[in-house]
């Protein structure tokens, strides 16, 4: 069963392409595959800037709820012990 961070991102986020970004960002930082925190934070920047490009919003705080979303998940794939 997928975590409601999951649910929620899938909920938000409509393009396909973006969501497979995501996830593979994910996906990359559970098996540590990005290393580094320069590395960390250009591949989260891009990731972020693709959603927040394909993301049909009505108004700022809409697109905030997004983000926060999108982020959240990224978090929750983080390996702990960082």
Same mark, same amino acid.
């Not at 290393?35 to 960390?40: D, E, F, I, L």
């Given at each position: ?12 986020? /409509? ?17 540590r595959?990005v ?10 920047? /891009?990731?972020?800037?693709? =959603?927040?490009s394909?993301? /049909? ?8 709820? =997004? ?6 998940f ?7 012990? =960082?």
């Amino acid at each position: 069963m997928p975590s409601s961070s999951a649910t929620r991102i899938d909920a938000l986020i /409509k393009d396909r392409s973006t969501l497979r970004a995501l996830r593979s960002l994910a996906l990359q930082l559970q098996r540590r595959q990005v290393a580094g925190p320069s590395h960390v934070a250009a591949i989260t920047a /891009k990731t972020l800037r693709s =959603v927040v490009s394909t993301t /049909k919003f009505q108004n700022v705080e809409e697109l905030v709820q =997004v983000i926060r979303a999108a982020g959240g998940f990224l978090q929750e794939a983080q390996p702990g012990g =960082v």
